[in-house]
């Protein structure tokens, strides 16, 4: 069975109550949840994550080489300027879709650059909790073919 790993970063525990005119009104367990059904739906394995820690995040993406088939990524703040991140993905061969919540590109401009896009298969983006959606979508598309 496929297995895909689904990490949030920092401040996705908040979902739900952190700025909702941005994030929305679900909650990280209503996303992990959702998730996790629609892999099941697909006959594959979801493991869902969050951490607020780079290094958490480093170590998992690495050990993802060996247990996992597909990577989702979240990675909130981290995005625009985790080299480590960035340089954890390009060293492991799992594909990596890039999440967020919010159409980065149209708020703060610091916001607009992603240091790991350039190492990750694409981006989903500005959908809220649908973007998660989008990328499990393309990810069991992809383990399928």
């Known amino acids: 069975m496929s297995k895909i790993l689904v990490i949030h970063g920092p401040n996705l525990n908040l979902l739900g109550t952190r ?64 080299i480590a991140i960035r340089d954890a993905i390009a060293a492991i061969q799992v594909p990596v879709i890039e999440v967020h919540l919010s159409n980065v590109h149209t708020r703060e401009e610091f916001r607009h650059k992603s240091v790991i896009a350039p190492v990750v298969m694409g981006q989903i983006l500005g959908f809220g909790v649908d973007s998660y959606y989008g990328a499990m979508a393309v990810a069991i598309r992809k383990l399928k073919k």
């Open 19 to 82: 700025e909702p005119e941005i994030y929305g009104h679900e909650t990280l367990a209503d996303v992990n949840a959702m998730l996790v059904e629609q892999g099941r739906s697909a006959g594959v394995e979801v493991e869902c994550r969050q951490s607020n820690h780079e290094g958490t995040m480093v170590d998992w993406i690495q050990q993802a080489n060996k247990e996992f088939d597909f990577i989702i990524l979240n990675a909130g703040a981290y995005t625009h300027y985790s």
